[in-house]
């Protein structure tokens, strides 16, 4: 489909530009296939609730960067890589203790012990494994505590979880850690893997990608909704204290509401590619209710918000299908593991970046730069006016007027 814009020397013929890219297919990839009609998710081969219950963070690495599932050798090696490789250095240690000193956020903290990697060229393993220590450690910086160094043995999901709570986890949180990175670890060619994807097709290197990964990551349009969502139930919740009680389900309707008319997002609530409910948040539901248990008062609040949202969006909207998505039982989840909201975007990237290293290799196999084209819908032939005569005139006037008064 063409559309004309009028040339220097003529009509130019020029594509419709495909304002956010939608629909484009812009690479082929083995590693995820998200099916938004059907709510589906393919995780290499596997549906997601197949995969994500039952597989070790390690083992979801395994199959994203080599194709298949490990056998138990493979397994081993791979952990013992992981755990050899966890120690960050020096370098990045002294920056992200004096970025805690400074009252940096987790994901811009993130982003600069990654950056400091660059120094030592480290392959996939050490970004992978470094991300964890290095994000739980500048938390324990950021509350109070000191630096420690990695545990020598355990899972990735143990490693961190440990130095962010001086405890060895219980199974069931190692588990449900587990469950949520797998989750999230590849899906499709979202905002922050088309980024990386970019950076690896100019020849650029893994950190780099990495790097510009996590920027795209930080942005609230892709990773930023658990925290809101989770904000937004607890918010109203702490009403009903302050209300003698009251009823959460009608807070919540009239909250839905006041958000609609308002023209704002209910944070957790739709999706820019599911049409119906994101397959996601019933893997994390699930988790979570197998974590926190039904007669926990969160998780019970949690699933009558969730029905009044719902019911309210399903009112107010009826021709749009916003359904629950993934961003609100990972609140849940992560609230469950005992987790700061503010570290809920970062958490999530020491998930996605496995993702993002898998599909840096298909890209650097591919060998393409990625170079779209740009519509452009500017002026054209403007006259040079010399800068004395500039004076009051704005950017758009017209350079044969003269100059507002």
């Known amino acids: 489909m063409k559309t004309t814009a009028h040339g220097r020397h003529g009509p130019a013929h020029v594509p419709i530009a495909q304002v956010g890219l939608d629909g484009v297919i ?39 960067w080599e194709d298949r599932l ?40 993130l982003r600069l012990g990654v950056a400091a990697l660059a120094i030592d060229s480290p392959g996939r393993e050490a970004i992978v494994a470094s991300m964890p220590v290095m994000l739980a450690n500048f938390w324990r910086c950021r509350t109070g505590r000191s630096w420690l160094d990695a545990p020598h043995g355990g899972t990735h999901a143990e490693c ?18 587990d469950t949520y990175w797998n989750t999230v670890a590849d899906h499709g060619m979202n905002a ?33 909704a658990p925290g809101p969502a ?5 918010a109203l919740r702490a009403q009903g204290l302050e209300t003698d009680g009251g009823d959460l389900d009608a807070r ?65 909207k009826p021709d749009r299908a916003i359904h629950t998505n993934v ?18 975007s970062s958490v999530f990237a020491l998930a996605r970046v496995g993702g993002w290293l898998g599909h ?21 032939d403007r006259a040079w006016v010399p800068i004395a005569e500039r004076v009051g005139m704005s950017g758009s006037a017209d350079p044969a007027s003269p100059p507002a008064p």
């Open 252 to 316: 919540t309707r009239a909250h839905v509401r006041e958000v609609v008319v308002s023209g704002e997002r209910m944070m957790g609530f739709g999706h820019r590619v599911y049409r119906v409910r994101d397959p996601r948040a019933d893997i994390l539901g699930a988790e979570a209710t197998r974590l926190l248990g039904e007669s926990d008062p969160l998780w019970r609040d949690a699933r009558v918000f969730e029905t009044a949202v719902l019911e309210v969006l399903a009112e107010l």
């Open 26 to 64: 812009a690479g082929v990839t083995r590693l995820s296939e998200v099916e938004g009609e059907a709510g589906r998710l393919t995780i290499a081969g596997f549906p997601a609730e197949v995969l994500a219950p039952r597989a070790s963070f390690e083992e979801t690495l395994h199959l994203l």
């Open 327 to 344: 961003e609100f039982y990972t609140a849940l989840l992560l609230h469950g593991l005992g987790l700061d909201a503010r570290l809920f």
């Open 70 to 109: 490990p056998t138990s050798a493979e397994l081993d090696r791979l952990n013992r890589d992981l755990r050899e490789k966890r120690e960050p250095g020096e370098l990045v240690r002294t920056l992200l203790v004096e970025a805690a000193a400074r009252g940096a956020e987790p994901m811009d903290a």
């Open 160 to 177: 961190f979880l440990e130095l962010l709570f001086d405890r060895v986890p219980e199974p069931a949180e190692r588990r449900a850690l």
């Open 192 to 224: 922050s893997t088309f980024t990386a994807r970019v950076i690896a097709s100019t020849g650029s290197d893994q950190v780099a990608a990495v790097e510009g990964a996590l920027g795209a990551l930080k942005g609230p349009l892709h990773g930023g």
């Open 230 to 234: 989770l904000a937004t139930l607890q």
């Open 360 to 380: 840096f290799d298909e890209q650097t196999k591919n060998g393409r730069l990625l170079r779209p084209r740009a519509a452009y819908r500017g002026a054209r």
